[in-house]
């Protein structure tokens, strides 16, 4: 199954970027699935907000291919002003997002919780696509390195101690629950019935499915890049992004796979300029480039990759990991916050 990357992309059957994609086809699939699921699932709100929305995201990032797509199916509402605000302080600024932001929104919560789905997954995309551009060899439009972010989410601090997390919008009360809800919520995750982040998705399941298929399939799927070096890359933007809990997570997950502690330690405490070894900073650098808005990664990002022994392979699981987190970050960040224990 072939997904809106392929045809944004121009990739052909039998190319050797049709080649690589074929690697992961479960990406492709749950891709496929997530764009479904995001703009033709019953949602309240309507496919003409929905495109409006993604299209507003998309001209943040400069991704003129995803802006096309959505153009003519976008629409307008008197709602949509705020929403569009919304995105753009999402796209652009996802550390400074407030509790009193969101529960301004002129929605329900499970019409937020879409909004924020919907603005994260053209983050993901637009990044995939950057980067699938690279690894082929196409132009692609290198921005300035954006400044560093201040203030909001990084006041909490950065740790690798574990977090909780509190949702700043209702979530799911279980005995109100459907029983599709039931069945997401059981296939996500083993302690999702208790998870204020899985009951507050849960809200609208089926975006729900589709994504924990993809995450699944590009954090832990076999083959190509080691697990430990995709969890640098979660650790990295996530970092850069000003998101404490998926860092604590991720930082955790990256030592556990028997990845350096001691570098971990130092991108935690002194951020993504930290020292560590060639292989890392690579690797760390295409990420840091990659989740700017619009990206700064170019060509030389991927060389470099290349010149540490990094198969084609590989490099696009540090890509997909690095999109991905453009999508995590932005739920953790503004869907609610980390709480320390």
Same mark, same amino acid.
């Given at each position: @199954?072939?997904?809106?990357?392929? &045809?944004?992309?121009?990739?052909?059957?039998?190319?050797?970027?049709?080649?690589?994609?074929?690697?992961?086809?479960?990406?492709?699939?749950?891709?496929?699935?997530?764009?479904?699921?995001?703009?033709?699932?019953? $949602?309240?709100?309507?496919? +003409?907000?929905?495109?409006?929305?993604?299209?507003?995201?998309?001209?943040?990032?400069?991704?003129?291919?995803?802006?096309?797509?959505?153009?003519?199916?976008?629409?307008?509402? +008197?709602?949509?002003?705020?929403?569009?605000?919304?995105?753009?302080?999402?796209?652009?600024?996802?550390?400074?997002?407030?509790?009193?932001?969101?529960?301004?929104?002129?929605?329900?919560?499970?019409?937020?919780?879409?909004?924020?789905?919907?603005?994260?997954?053209?983050?993901?995309?637009?990044?995939?696509?950057?980067?699938?551009?690279?690894?082929?060899?196409?132009?692609?439009?290198?921005?300035?390195?954006?400044? @560093? +972010?201040?203030?909001?989410?990084?006041?909490?601090?950065?740790?690798?101690?574990?977090?909780?997390?509190?949702?700043?919008?209702?979530?799911?009360?279980?005995?109100?629950?459907?029983?599709?809800?039931?069945?997401?919520?059981?296939?996500?995750?083993?302690?999702? &019935?208790? $998870?204020?982040?899985?009951?507050?998705?849960?809200?609208? +399941?089926?975006?729900?499915?589709?994504?924990?298929?993809?995450?699944?399939?590009?954090?832990?799927?076999?083959?190509?890049?080691? &697990?430990?070096?995709?969890?640098?890359?979660?650790?990295?933007? $996530?970092?850069?992004?000003?998101?404490?809990?998926?860092?604590?997570?991720?930082?955790?997950?990256?030592?556990?796979?028997?990845?350096?502690?001691?570098?971990?330690?130092?991108?935690?405490?002194?951020?993504?300029?930290?020292?560590?070894?060639?292989?890392?900073?690579?690797?760390?650098?295409? $990420?840091?480039?990659?989740?700017?808005?619009?990206?700064?990664?170019?060509?030389?990002?991927?060389?470099?990759?290349?010149?540490?022994?990094?198969?084609?392979?590989?490099?696009?699981?540090?890509?997909?990991?690095?999109?991905?987190?453009?999508?995590?970050?932005?739920?953790?960040?503004?869907?609610?916050?980390?709480?320390?224990?």
């Amino acid at each position: @199954m072939n997904d809106l990357l392929d &045809r944004l992309a121009g990739i052909t059957p039998g190319s050797p970027l049709d080649a690589l994609r074929a690697l992961r086809p479960d990406v492709r699939a749950a891709g496929a699935g997530s764009e479904a699921a995001i703009f033709d699932a019953p $949602s309240g709100l309507t496919k +003409p907000e929905r495109h409006a929305v993604a299209l507003h995201v998309a001209a943040l990032h400069e991704c003129a291919e995803l802006a096309e797509h959505h153009r003519h199916l976008a629409g307008t509402s +008197p709602r949509l002003p705020a929403m569009l605000a919304h995105a753009e302080m999402l796209t652009l600024r996802p550390h400074e997002a407030t509790p009193e932001a969101v529960r301004a929104l002129p929605l329900t919560p499970s019409e937020i919780v879409m909004l924020c789905q919907l603005i994260a997954f053209i983050a993901y995309q637009a990044r995939a696509l950057h980067g699938l551009k690279l690894l082929a060899g196409e132009p692609v439009a290198v921005a300035a390195p954006g400044a @560093m +972010p201040q203030g909001g989410t990084l006041a909490f601090g950065f740790t690798s101690e574990t977090l909780e997390w509190r949702a700043w919008v209702p979530v799911l009360d279980l005995t109100e629950a459907t029983p599709e809800q039931q069945k997401v919520l059981d296939e996500s995750h083993p302690k999702a &019935r208790t $998870s204020p982040y899985y009951l507050l998705l849960v809200q609208e +399941p089926e975006v729900l499915r589709q994504r924990s298929k993809l995450f699944n399939t590009i954090m832990y799927g076999p083959r190509g890049a080691a &697990r430990a070096e995709r969890e640098l890359a979660a650790a990295a933007e $996530s970092r850069l992004n000003g998101c404490p809990y998926c860092l604590s997570v991720h930082a955790q997950r990256y030592v556990q796979l028997k990845g350096d502690p001691k570098l971990m330690d130092r991108l935690v405490q002194d951020g993504v300029d930290a020292p560590m070894d060639p292989r890392s900073r690579a690797i760390t650098d295409l $990420s840091v480039a990659l989740s700017q808005t619009p990206p700064s990664a170019g060509p030389a990002h991927v060389e470099r990759l290349r010149g540490e022994g990094m198969e084609d392979d590989e490099i696009l699981d540090i890509i997909l990991s690095t999109a991905m987190f453009a999508w995590a970050n932005r739920l953790m960040q503004t869907l609610g916050e980390p709480v320390r224990t």
